[in-house]
């Protein structure tokens, strides 16, 4: 069902061209130099590069270890939520994204398709655009495709942990990327830090960033912990002491229903779930050995909506031993003597939270990575929207920062 839109126009909007923002630059002046148009062998080549410091692969046997022999402040034993994304796990929530349910991705698809002109219109001729944890490509295809047709040259850079997924869903881009010209389409092999690291780099810096995450990455943080991260990004592109342009393009979920949220994580078709479990198979494989029994365990969702407003309003995901208690072996880090943890059968672990920020949550969140807003747009219940933010130590002179939430 189309999403219904309204705009809600702010005065701190910069409106001397139709991309809402003061141009730095004359068009003639902007240097493009760096990103010429594909031929037809770059457009059908799958360009991956490694950015993992020291190559290494991402180790995640210590947190699996710690987190499971410990409980958090909530009283549960946890496990690390990185373990959700291997190359299975991104299949997996490939597939619950398509569930009815899952409302998410359709109202971002949506709100792309109605607004994906207006956000290319804010993005510099020459721009790199950084996406963190790319996914399958169908939201971000909907904005290259709109910036294509402007006529933009730039170069698009999909960031993930798995490189046979990044293979994949570039090469499922690979029938848009045909009629691309202008837009030129690569993958990064690594982390987020690896990825800060890449794009702080000299050669990068010196020309226009956008980051970019079309989906509730924001949301696997507590607001406090949102701010930090967005804080962290934005200081990273302002790092360059005033040169090329910064950017964001973000996902944030603001939806109240907890009927509504509820019934997307938890969906009857089963998806939610086997992406859940599929993390136990996961731990496995990074601890090199069957420490985890997915058939053990099954999978409960909570939605959580109380007066601590550091936790306030967020569904919560648990594995918890289906039948029995579960016993858990694996090696001493240092020792390499076997520990076994025994989780009771009325325990949970919790796995991972998805927090849903109001007005007040983003208001914070704004103040506290120092944004300040300047447009944005809405769907009818006021849940999702289309917001461009400055920086606001530098928004006299920087261009604005476009957030989708």
């Excluded at 995640?60 to 990185?82: F, K």
């Excluded at 996961?282 to 407003?309: I, P």
């Amino acid at each position: 069902m189309p999403v219904e839109l309204c705009v809600v126009p702010n005065p701190l909007t910069l409106n001397a061209n139709p991309g809402g923002r003061r141009p730095e630059k004359p068009p003639s002046q902007v240097d493009v130099s760096s990103v010429q148009s594909s031929t037809d062998e770059e457009r059908h080549k799958i360009d991956i590069i490694d950015i993992r410091d020291g190559r290494q692969s991402f180790n995640l046997v210590p947190a699996i270890r710690h987190s499971l022999q410990h409980r958090n402040e909530d009283g549960h034993r946890t496990l690390p939520s990185l373990l959700l994304w291997n190359e299975r796990g991104l299949k997996l929530f490939e597939e619950l994204t398509y569930a009815p349910e899952y409302y998410l991705t359709n109202t971002e698809i949506a709100l792309l398709e109605a607004h994906s002109r207006e956000i290319a219109q804010t993005i510099e001729p020459g721009t790199i655009l950084l996406e963190l944890g790319s996914g399958n490509l169908r939201k971000i295809r909907i904005l290259l495709q709109a910036i294509e047709a402007l006529g933009k040259r730039v170069d698009y850079y999909a960031l993930d942990l798995d490189r046979n997924e990044l293979e994949r869903t570039l090469n499922q881009l690979r029938t848009d990327a045909g009629r691309f010209r202008h837009v030129r389409c690569h993958g990064l092999h690594g982390t987020y830090d690896d990825g800060q690291v890449w794009i702080a780099r000299p050669e990068n810096a010196r020309r226009p960033r956008c980051v970019l995450s079309l989906g509730s990455t924001l949301g696997s943080f507590a607001p406090s912990e949102a701010a930090a991260f967005l804080k962290m990004w934005t200081d990273t592109l302002q790092a360059d002491g005033g040169g090329a342009a910064g950017s964001f393009i973000l996902g944030l979920d603001g939806c109240k229903d907890g009927q509504r949220v509820f019934a997307a994580y938890n969906d009857p078709g089963g998806a939610n779930r086997r992406f859940i479990l599929n993390a136990l198979d996961s731990a496995n494989a990074h601890l090199g050995h069957g420490a985890f029994r997915a058939s053990d365990w099954t999978v409960r969702g909570e939605w959580v909506d109380d007066d601590d407003k550091a936790k306030k309003r967020r569904h919560v995901q648990y594995l918890a031993p289906l039948k029995r208690d579960v016993q858990v072996t694996f090696l001493h880090e240092q020792h390499q003597k076997p520990i076994t943890v025994r989780v009771q059968k009325d325990e949970t672990v919790e796995l991972v939270s998805s927090y849903k920020f109001d007005e007040a949550d983003k208001e914070r969140l704004w103040e506290e990575s120092g944004l300040r807003v300047a447009s944005q747009f809405f769907s009818k219940d006021g849940s999702y929207g289309v917001c461009a933010l400055f920086s606001t130590d530098r928004y006299c002179n920087r261009k604005p920062l476009c957030l989708l939430y």
